[in-house]
């Protein structure tokens, strides 16, 4: 079993990405982010900071915009404002949102040419069609991490458990325009444990604590783990029971140090892709 270095998939993207912003600079631009943070979230408030720190040490700027208990008009509202500030190049929309808001809603008045975290339907539409767009970053972590490791997809199976609108379905997307043959799980999957057994790749994205055990692997699989579970500890944990996998797995993300710290660099990464696009075709 080998793991799968999120880390070093993450330094390598860093690089890539400051001399792309670097660039960008030369020429009187500084790539912009706007992260939108609606509610008064701790987790949140955490993720946020990590985002703008790593924007600054990568040559972005992060433009933090705390609402304060906004309703649903004064999201839409800022997003619109930051979706039309030629200075902003990508606009996020931070989760949790307030009760009766949702992001698929919200997400519409990104602009697409600007929503570097694929929030908007038209940018899910696009993955649907095959076509250029941002994905949401964390889906785009889990092809990333594909990829790097020269994991073929071509003609794999692929089983995606979790259907959610932000990483299940765009993961599952993301892998049949790779040509991998692609099964979507959720809570009303009937015996998921053999249907997970069948995947050379198996993505989790449930949000319950080590709940894909050794049962679920086939032997020789790719487990990508996007679980974020918060522990009691303070640490986190991810959707797969890790010392039960591992043996089992080709190859396996750990929890932290896997999906996330690659989420964060294709966010960046989609913002300088942006700021050159709005360069490009002002
Ligand atoms: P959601 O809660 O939106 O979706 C969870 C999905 O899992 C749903 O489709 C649900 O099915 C399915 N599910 C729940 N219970 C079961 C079960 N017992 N058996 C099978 N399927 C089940 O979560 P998200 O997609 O937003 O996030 C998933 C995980 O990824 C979380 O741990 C989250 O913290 C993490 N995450 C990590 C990120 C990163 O950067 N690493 C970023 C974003 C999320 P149904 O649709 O039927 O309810």
Request: hydrophobic content about 45%.
């Given at each position: 079993m080998k793991d799968i270095d999120g880390r070093a998939v993450a330094k390598a993207l860093r690089e890539e990405v400051a001399a792309a912003a670097e660039r960008l600079r030369e020429g009187g631009t500084v790539p912009t982010l706007a992260v939108v943070v609606p509610t008064d979230d701790e987790g949140t408030a955490w993720y946020v900071r990590s985002i703008a720190k790593t924007a600054g040490k990568l040559g972005l700027d992060c433009r933090v915009v705390q609402l304060e208990e906004p309703g649903r008009d004064e999201i839409v509202a800022k997003l619109q404002e930051l979706s039309a500030d030629p200075e902003v190049h990508g606009v996020i929309c931070q989760t949790p949102l307030p009760e009766g808001v949702s992001l698929a809603e919200v997400g519409w008045y990104i602009s697409p040419f600007k929503d570097v975290d694929g929030a908007n339907s038209e940018s899910l539409g696009r993955l649907a069609q095959g076509r250029r767009t941002f994905a949401p970053a964390t889906s785009a972590a889990v092809l990333e991490l594909l990829r790097h490791e020269g994991v073929r997809l071509e003609g794999a199976r692929a089983v995606v458990v979790g259907r959610s609108t932000v990483v299940g379905k765009p993961a599952a997307l993301l892998l049949v325009n790779e040509s991998a043959t692609v099964t979507v799980c959720h809570s009303r999957t009937k015996e998921l444990a053999a249907v997970c057994r069948e995947a050379d790749v198996l993505v989790a994205a449930?949000?319950?604590?080590?709940?894909?055990?050794?049962?679920?692997?086939?032997?020789?699989?790719?487990?990508?783990?996007?679980?974020?579970?918060?522990?009691?500890?303070?640490?986190?944990?991810?959707?797969?029971?890790?010392?039960?996998?591992a043996p089992l797995a080709s190859a396996i993300t750990p929890v932290p140090g896997g999906v996330g710290p690659v989420t964060t660099m294709l966010l960046l990464r989609n913002t300088v892709e942006a700021a050159r696009l709005a360069l490009e075709h002002p």
């Amino acid at each position: 079993m080998k793991d799968i270095d999120g880390r070093a998939v993450a330094k390598a993207l860093r690089e890539e990405v400051a001399a792309a912003a670097e660039r960008l600079r030369e020429g009187g631009t500084v790539p912009t982010l706007a992260v939108v943070v609606p509610t008064d979230d701790e987790g949140t408030a955490w993720y946020v900071r990590s985002i703008a720190k790593t924007a600054g040490k990568l040559g972005l700027d992060c433009r933090v915009v705390q609402l304060e208990e906004p309703g649903r008009d004064e999201i839409v509202a800022k997003l619109q404002e930051l979706s039309a500030d030629p200075e902003v190049h990508g606009v996020i929309c931070q989760t949790p949102l307030p009760e009766g808001v949702s992001l698929a809603e919200v997400g519409w008045y990104i602009s697409p040419f600007k929503d570097v975290d694929g929030a908007n339907s038209e940018s899910l539409g696009r993955l649907a069609q095959g076509r250029r767009t941002f994905a949401p970053a964390t889906s785009a972590a889990v092809l990333e991490l594909l990829r790097h490791e020269g994991v073929r997809l071509e003609g794999a199976r692929a089983v995606v458990v979790g259907r959610s609108t932000v990483v299940g379905k765009p993961a599952a997307l993301l892998l049949v325009n790779e040509s991998a043959t692609v099964t979507v799980c959720h809570s009303r999957t009937k015996e998921l444990a053999a249907v997970c057994r069948e995947a050379d790749v198996l993505v989790a994205a449930v949000g319950r604590p080590r709940m894909i055990g050794a049962e679920f692997v086939k032997p020789g699989a790719v487990v990508i783990d996007v679980g974020t579970n918060p522990t009691p500890d303070g640490g986190l944990v991810g959707d797969v029971d890790y010392e039960a996998v591992a043996p089992l797995a080709s190859a396996i993300t750990p929890v932290p140090g896997g999906v996330g710290p690659v989420t964060t660099m294709l966010l960046l990464r989609n913002t300088v892709e942006a700021a050159r696009l709005a360069l490009e075709h002002p």
